[in-house]
């Protein structure tokens, strides 16, 4: 079982940078795709970024592309999402999320499924 506590989450003014971080209870922890999501009210859950076992791919939702960074500390056992230059529609819950990695898997938040999720936390960015 994999377990995943979120932090770092809060309030910042549009502009304004947050660093959330992810931290995992696994010992295969080096052997998951990891990724973020958020989820606004009233709407859908949405995949942010992703990034595969060993940091050499990683993938961004449109929306977040050269404003966010996604990175991994296998060593650590932690994961973290920079957020630069936020907007107001940056605003919902994240959530950090594992799905063991199985050859041929390139860790897509698109194409993956996610079977271990954090309870999340709030961002709020007020413009």
């Known amino acids: ?15 304004g940078s ?5 931290a995992a209870s696994t010992y295969t922890y080096s ?17 942010v970024a992703s990034i595969s076992t060993g940091s ?21 056992n932690t994961l973290t999402l920079q957020m630069n230059s936020l907007k107001p ?7 950090c999320a594992a799905a063991a990695w199985t050859p041929g898997r390139v860790c897509d938040y698109r194409q993956e499924t996610f079977e271990h999720w954090g309870q999340g936390t709030q961002v709020t960015v007020s413009s």
């Open 1 to 15: 079982q994999v377990q995943l506590v979120e932090s770092g989450g809060g309030s910042v003014q549009a502009g």
């Open 18 to 22: 947050l660093r959330l971080s992810c």
């Open 31 to 47: 052997r998951h795709c990891m990724g973020w999501f958020r989820q606004a009210p009233g709407n859908e859950r949405e995949g």
């Open 56 to 76: 050499s791919l990683t993938f961004y939702a449109d929306s977040v592309k050269g404003r966010f960074t996604i990175s991994r500390d296998n060593a650590k």
């Open 89 to 95: 529609e940056d605003s919902a819950m994240y959530y």
